[in-house]
């Protein structure tokens, strides 16, 4: 009864609007969302070098001579996962304060043909509300580790940053399709394919 409720709510929220859907090919995005995150990687990689690159082999040298160094591997990867996990948690968490029934329209899953992790909005947004949803974990999770690394000289920081600077390529994909729209057209996430339904004001 509920979910019934919620559709009703949605069909009238898009009454008078005409849809658009922009998906992207999953396999392309893959190598696409490389292109796409590079600007970024390049920016906070120079900067790191520019006021670090001297001490960069010696940081290097004392971090393999750390103790415990044979369980650097098992870290990483428990900080990757668990990285995942936020990126797509703060994607629900940003959108569910835009969305009128909160968390109740977000819902996390798993693409398995792709491994892919998702996180869908099953309520309509404005383009604003969705694109700042959609680059809040490349804020917090890439950019600002970045950030820390270039003040602090971390080469932990700053690969943790890069690294999820880069799995937010996709992100800036869809941000691309939708930056030039009006900021008061809707957005849905698409409920099958990597990408969105656009509702605009008909004519």
Not at 12 to 30: F, H, M, N, P, S
Not at 31 to 58: C, E, H, K, M, N
Not at 152 to 172: C, E, K, M, V, Y
Request: aromatic share 12%; glycine share 8%.
């Amino acid at each position: 009864m509920e979910n019934q409720q919620e559709t009703v709510e949605s069909s009238a929220q898009l009454e008078g609007y005409v849809r658009e859907e922009l998906t992207i090919d999953v396999v392309k995005t893959q190598w696409q969302a490389i292109v796409y995150a590079l600007p970024f990687l390049v920016l906070f990689s120079a900067a790191y070098f520019l006021r670090w690159g001297p001490t960069v082999p010696d940081r290097i040298s004392e971090a393999l001579t750390l103790p415990g160094m044979q369980s650097t591997g098992l870290s990483m990867l428990i900080v990757l996962v668990l990285g995942i996990v936020a990126h797509e948690l703060i994607h629900g968490a940003t959108w569910a304060l835009f969305a009128k029934q909160g968390f109740r329209s977000i819902r996390f899953g798993i693409m398995w043909k792709y491994a892919t992790p998702y996180c869908h909005c099953k309520e309509p947004l404005t383009v604003r509300h969705y694109i700042i949803g959609g680059i809040m974990p490349a804020i917090l999770t890439g950019f600002l580790p970045c950030i820390v690394a270039i003040f602090t000289g971390s080469l932990s920081w700053l690969a943790g940053g890069l690294f999820f600077t880069l799995a937010a390529g996709g992100d800036f994909m869809i941000i691309n399709l939708l930056r030039k729209l009006p900021m008061n057209s809707l957005v849905q996430d698409h409920p099958e394919k990597l990408g969105c339904y656009v509702y605009k004001k008909s004519l």
